[in-house]
């Protein structure tokens, strides 16, 4: 279950945190075909057309248009959101005589490479399978990355992003679990697990680890909730509290209404979990009139808490 959903709005907003991959990236060093005469390195720009959370804050990454003195031998723009593709071309003819540009990433529909920590995401970010079988009506991942996992080489990272890692084979799981018990800092499952794939030995693994990881589940209609309730029985049985438990609720798509999503997020809260409200948005980005207010409070746990409580008075 991963939040990379072209129809989704709202905090990462899913896709935006969806690396973004061309076709064929060129590695970092010069080709050193002749070893007495080294070639000089290439130098890549990554171009974003908005910064979030999740994008990289090396040297080589640039958000908008180029600086006076920025040239490269390559200009990658990379687009996360359907909604920026009219501002990625406006950056690739700004950055046009700068460099090769090219323009690519989930928006534009290119399918996924092996993942380079860092590279399109900031390190901690990790992607280990991309596609999904699982074909939500919403979203965009397994319409471009195949509707099946395709296991990549593990990268270490502590934020994992795959569109459904439980999709994954039970070897490629175990090895992403080996990898994330070598990270420090704390592991999030901000893609998402699928709840209707979770078993006991997954939450053994998860369990195993050094400090409690954080969860995300979904709950985005009707047919979610069973599942849902399940998941949720079987991380509460085994510790998992609401502040490391998380579900997004997708809401505002055609038919939703506010009474039902409202409805949702309650249900969330009373299965021991903290919802996140993510407004549905079509191609163009535009979110449904209304939404945007309704769903600011059921994005932060303080709020909603508090809010909880004076009704509750
Ligand atoms: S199709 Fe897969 S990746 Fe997409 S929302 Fe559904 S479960 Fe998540």
Same mark, same amino acid.
């Given at each position: 279950m991963s939040r990379h959903i072209a129809g989704r709005g709202g905090r990462l907003s899913s896709s935006s945190v969806r690396p973004a991959t061309f076709a064929a990236i060129p590695p970092h060093r010069g080709g050193g075909a002749a070893a007495s005469a080294p070639q000089p390195s290439k130098t890549i720009l990554r171009v974003f057309p908005r910064r979030t959370r999740a994008t990289p804050d090396d040297a080589n990454?640039?958000?908008?248009?180029?600086?006076?003195?920025?040239e490269a031998d390559e200009v990658?723009?990379?687009?996360a959101f359907t909604w920026d593709i009219p501002e990625a071309e406006r950056l690739a003819v700004a950055w046009k005589g700068r460099g090769r540009v090219r323009v690519g990433g989930p928006a534009m529909g290119t399918v996924g490479e092996d993942f380079v920590p860092g590279h399109f995401l900031k390190h901690g970010y990790t992607i280990t399978s991309r596609g999904c079988p699982e074909r939500c009506? !919403?979203?965009?991942a397994w319409k471009r990355d195949g509707a099946e996992a395709r296991e990549l080489p593990i990268r270490d990272g502590w934020n994992v992003l795959d569109d459904n890692l439980l999709a994954c084979s039970?070897?490629?799981?175990?090895?992403? !679990?080996?990898?994330?018990?070598?990270?420090?800092?704390?592991?999030? !499952?901000?893609?998402?697990?699928?709840?209707a794939r979770l078993k006991g030995w997954h939450i053994d693994l998860l369990s195993g680890l050094r400090r409690r990881p954080v969860v995300f589940l979904a709950y985005d209609d009707n047919n979610d909730l069973e599942p849902f309730i399940a998941a949720c029985r079987l991380l509460k049985h085994a510790g998992w509290h609401r502040r490391v438990l998380r579900a997004y609720v997708l809401c505002g798509y055609p038919g939703d209404t506010q009474a039902a999503a409202e409805s949702r997020c309650e249900r969330v809260l009373s299965c021991g979990a903290d919802?996140?409200?993510m407004v549905?948005?079509?191609q163009d980005g535009i979110l449904p009139d209304g939404w945007r207010r309704w769903a600011r409070s059921?994005?932060?746990?303080?709020?909603m808490h508090a809010r909880q409580r004076t009704e509750a008075l």
């Open positions: 990454v640039r958000i908008g248009d180029p600086g006076f003195w920025d990658l723009v990379s687009v009506w !919403f979203c965009g039970e070897g490629h799981i175990r090895g992403v !679990f080996a990898m994330l018990a070598r990270q420090t800092n704390r592991v999030e !499952f901000t893609g998402g697990l699928h709840a919802p996140m409200a549905y948005r079509g059921w994005i932060r746990p303080a709020a």
